[in-house]
């Protein structure tokens, strides 16, 4: 109920500083710290168990109410980004195993930004941003005729700050085209991955070094754009 009442708190007063609100819809980019899960995949396609490919980037859908007034801008919305890596062999009785590995990452943001360019048709400037988010790593397949649900390998819940620029191309009063980089860093508590879980699943003959256990705890910060498009006005 607390946290029901300060979001309601929260779009009201930047419903009240906004002179315009608009709605945005977009796709979002990014590309994580994840130098553990290519490892991990590595080491799983050595041993000839099938080729996952490099996890590289991740993409969703982003949706959120921009309140733009003189100089400034306050959005608020959801982001959800998906990745699935599929990896497919034969055993010796030639049954078919498949195995695939969901990547499930979104998050709640409000975002600041400071347009030091302020024109009619172009605004532009930098801006910060605070996220709740979580993170998703499961894993599902079919050996013969017979198909496994999905389960979690990892489940982990962040606060991120969110470091970001925006530059709004508008095509009449009504609508703009944004594009805004962003770059995202975990901080407060639980905000380490640990990708043990993920090698001791995909891997399970390789036993982790005990001098290598905390390298499998990373900083899940990441990097990316934002490309989306408004709808709106007074």
């Known amino acids: 109920m607390k946290k029901g009442l300060i979001f309601i708190f ?8 906004s002179q315009s609100t608009f ?7 990014s590309t994580f710290q994840n130098k553990n899960i290519n490892k991990i995949f590595e080491r ?4 000839g168990l099938g080729n996952f490919e490099p996890y590289n980037n991740i993409y969703g859908p982003v949706f959120s109410f921009d309140f733009r007034d003189d100089g400034k ?7 959800r980004r998906r990745k699935d890596i599929t990896a497919e062999f034969n055993d010796s009785l030639n049954v078919n195993h498949t195995y695939t590995c969901h990547s499930r990452y979104g998050y709640w943001f409000v975002n600041y930004y400071w347009h030091v360019v302020d024109n009619d048709r172009f605004k532009m400037g930098p801006g910060m941003g605070a996220a709740f988010s979580y993170y ?21 819940t962040h606060f991120l700050t969110s470091i970001l620029f925006n530059m709004s191309i508008y095509m009449g009063e009504h609508i703009s085209l944004n594009i805004q980089p962003h770059f995202q860093v975990p901080f407060l508590f639980n905000t380490i991955v640990n990708y043990g ?13 005990d001098d290598q256990l905390d390298s499998y705890n990373e900083w899940h910060w990441n990097f990316g754009i934002t490309v989306s498009l408004s709808i709106g006005g007074e």
């Not at 801008?73 to 982001?79: R, W």
């Not at 879980?197 to 070094?209: F, Q, R, S």
């Open 10 to 17: 929260i779009v009201t007063s930047t419903y009240l500083f």
């Open 23 to 29: 709605v945005s819809v977009g796709i979002s980019n």
């Open 44 to 47: 799983y396609n050595d041993n």
């Open 73 to 79: 801008m306050a959005s608020m919305g959801y982001s």
């Open 136 to 156: 998703m790593f499961q894993k599902s397949g079919i050996i013969g005729d017979r198909e496994y649900d999905p389960y979690n390998i990892i489940t982990e």
């Open 197 to 209: 879980a993920l090698e001791n699943d995909i891997n399970p003959t390789y036993v982790i070094p």
